[in-house]
Every structure is written in structure tokens, then in C-alpha cells.
């Protein structure tokens, strides 16, 4: 940190991504990313639009916006779309609990609400799971802040019912409720419909897990014309070209072709299933998830050696290091080819 940092950062704890490294070849179960690459209709997008960059992108981003307002039935001014879903939450903290407004969001969820909620000086409760890791939405009725959800949670997997989350709605008619469903494509039941009925409903999604798309940065918002207008204000306050030209074209091409990443995403969830069923085997505890992720722990041997015996092998997971979750390992569901290297590394070390 130099001197010139304001002091209002000086004690700002900046979010720690997964290691991307870049040395050697891992099998890379640790950030979530798709095993499947883009379908090629992407790839030619993306590079038919890498000719242009001398331009400037589009800043209502229409070919995308439409494109996604189409598959999901809803109109342009009902969708949003930024630089990776990271991006919508930025803006969503700052717009709607900035400057000393509420949050509430579960103790034990993606790290990025609390460094967002730092960020923009949020006064925000984390309410902590359940003993068993679920969430009790009851815990977020009648709050007097913004209501911050991921459904599927992560790194749990765990899911809520779209009944429990039309309750929250419910029951905070005047509070924006957040529900981030960065891994819904993977067997959880989406509440987008419900952002017909609710103006306070805003649901974000991502292009980087189900649409093999992480490096190109997408994500999307749908919500009322209101708040999609108030993300928009904050977009065009801060950086109004936010989607790159290559990456509006790929993710409107993504979309075109959404039966290939559903076929992934079924593809990914049957991978789940076998890899929960033969770690259940070796004796550990996989909580059910619906994410491309499992959060898994053993009782023979602890979350961090876990994590680091199988990086010394060349698999890398994730672990964290907060109490209540240090025993456990978040695990990307990849090929069933990677799936049975992390299986036999995982025998291995436990035979060692
Ligand atoms: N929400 C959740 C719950 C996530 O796990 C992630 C991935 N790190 C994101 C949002 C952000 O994803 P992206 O910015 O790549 O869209």
C-alpha cells in the first residue's frame, strides 16, 4: 500500500480469486470454469468482431441484450449486461446500499459480497447457515436492507425453492432482493419468472460457467425496466463501453446456440452424480449440490493437506480457510476424464 492510498481504503480486503496459474499444466477444478470449450459458431464470432476493434463497442450492447431477452421472454429494457457478473454485483452494492445503506447476505457465500459491501461503506449483516449449511429464508423476512442471495450458494451448492424465495420477496416489498444465480443452469430452479411480478427482484446470471465463456468476461441482469434503468445510470457513470465488442458478439452467438450448453450442463450434472457417488465411497461427506461444483470433506484427512497434496499431483481444487468450512474442499465438476485423475490422486494420497 503506498501513502497516497485514501484512507477510506486503507483497510479495504480486497476479494482473493482462484490461482490461475500459469506455469504448468494442472487439472483445473478450482475456479469453476466449464471442461467445455465455446461451440465454434462462438469462436467465429468473436474473431469476426476482433477486425473492428478499432471502434468502440456498442453501449446498449443490443445484439446480446436482445438475444438474451429473447430465450428468456422478456424485453431489451428488462435486461442488463457487464463485464462478468462481478460487475452487476459492483454496481448493485453501490446502487442500492452505498453510502451507509443495509445488506444482508449469508455468513458463509461468495466472498465478494463482503469486499463490495466494504467497498461502498454498506452497513451489512452476514446471517449465519444453518448447522447443516442451508440457508433459513425466514431469517431474511422483514429486512431493512437490500437481501443478498446466491441460489445455488456457493461454494455449498445448496438451493432454495422458488417458493421460499418469492417469500423473501414477499416480505421486503421495498428492498431491492438480490438473487445471484451465477450456477442455476446446473439443475436449480431459476426465479426469473418471478421478475414479472416483483419490481424489486433482481437476478443475475453468467456466461462464464454453463456458456464457457470466463475469459470473455459476461454477465447479465434481469429485472424491472426500474432497476435495470438504475444499473444502466451507475454503467454509464463509470465505464459505458463495460462489454467489449468480441464478447457481445460471442455471448449473442452463446445464445443462439443454447442447446449445446445445455447438452454441457446435462453432460456436467450426470459427471456430479458419479464423482459424489465414488467420493461417498472413500467416506466422504458431499453436500448435495446443484452447482458444477461439489463441497466435499473427508474425516481421514484435512481440507488444507487435501488441497495441497492434490496440487503437489497436479490437481488443484479449492480450499478456504474460514472455521466452519476448512475441513471441506470446493471441487469444479470437469470431464469424467479429469474426474477419474482426481479420484485416483485422491486414493493415492489417502493410501500414502
Ligand atoms: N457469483 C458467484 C456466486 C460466483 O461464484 C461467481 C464466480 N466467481 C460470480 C458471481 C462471478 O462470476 P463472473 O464475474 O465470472 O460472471
Known sequence: MSRYLSEAYQSLEAYTPGEQPQDMQYVKLNTNESPYPPCPEVIEAAAREAGRLQLY?????????????????????????????????????????????RAYFPDISYGFYKVFGDLYGVDYTQIPLEADFTIDPEKYHHRDGMVVIANPNAPTGLTLTVDEIEGILRSNPDRVVLIDEAYVDF????????????????????????RSMAGARLGFAIASAGLIADLDRIKYSTNPYNVNLMTCAAGA??????????????????????????????????????????????DRIGGGELYQELKKRGVLVRHFTAERIKDFNRI???????????IQ????ILEA
Open 57 to 101: 463497442s456498442d453501449p446498449v450492447c443490443a445484439n446480446v441484450r436482445d438475444a438474451i431477452a429473447g430465450l428468456y421472454g422478456v424485453k431489451r429494457e428488462n435486461v442488463y449486461v457487464s463485464n462478468g457478473s462481478d460487475d452487476i454485483l459492483n454496481f448493485a452494492f453501490m446502487a442500492f446500499a452505498g453510502r451507509g445503506g
Open 187 to 210: 439443475g436449480a430452479e431459476s426465479c426469473l419468472p418471478l421478475t414479472a411480478k416483483y419490481d424489486n427482484l433482481l437476478v443475475c446470471q453468467t456466461f462464464s460457467k454453463s
Open 253 to 298: 452467438a452463446a445464445i443462439k446456440n443454447n442447446g449445446y450448453y445445455m447438452d454441457n450442463c446435462r453432460k456436467i450434472e450426470a459427471t456430479r452424480a458419479e464423482t459424489t457417488k465414488r467420493l461417498e465411497a472413500l467416506g466422504f461427506t458431499v453436500l448435495p449440490s446443484k452447482a458444477n461444483f461439489i463441497f466435499a470433506k473427508s
Open 332 to 342: 469444479t465438476i470437469g470431464t469424467p476424464e479429469q474426474m477419474d485423475t482426481l
Open 345 to 348: 490422486k485422491i486414493v493415492e
